[in-house]
């Protein structure tokens, strides 16, 4: 029986797993506004697309709810709230703002860890192997990486 023989290609490079996984920070990202921006090791932007996201939708359903009879429980007269149209649209675009910001970082996110791949690549790239005879008594020999941070 002839049996066949499975051999590695050596002109093909083995896959790698990435430093950050893009869609993993697309994933994160896409259930928590800035989560695949922390996941990226951008923490500032992550920080900020959380607020910027979570501001602008509650600041949206404020603004769509409050009109100018909201505060005037204490008042004994008649409040005429006037036209509701104006701010209610306001309101509506500013969550809708929000949506599309969340979406928007989502999608960010996934560059944000490819952005992390690169530098990280960039900085295994400068690791040098060190060799060198030991000093002191007992001889040998030491082996290492040195990596800059």
């Known amino acids: 029986a002839n ?7 050596s002109a093909r490079p083995p896959e790698e797993r990435p430093y950050r996984n893009p869609r993993k920070a697309l994933i994160l990202g896409s259930v928590f506004p800035g989560a695949g921006h922390i996941y990226a090791g951008e923490y ?3 920080v900020l697309h959380y607020e910027l996201t979570v501001m602008s939708i509650g600041a949206g359903v404020l603004t769509f ?3 100018k009879c909201t505060f005037s429980f204490l008042s004994t007269s008649e ?6 149209w104006p701010h209610r649209a306001l309101g509506v675009a500013e969550v809708g703002y929000g ?8 999608r960010d996110a996934s560059r944000a860890a490819e952005r992390a791949n690169e530098r990280h690549r960039r900085k295994m790239a400068q690791a040098k192997p060190i060799i060198e005879p030991a000093g002191g ?3 040998g020999w030491h082996a290492g990486i040195e990596i800059p941070w």
Do not use: R
């Open 3 to 9: 049996a066949m023989k499975a051999t590695t290609d």
């Open 44 to 46: 500032w932007h992550g």
């Open 65 to 67: 709810m409050v009109d």
């Open 79 to 84: 409040c005429d709230p006037g036209p509701q």
């Open 99 to 106: 949506i599309w910001h969340w979406g928007w970082s989502a």
């Open 137 to 139: 008594s007992h001889g």
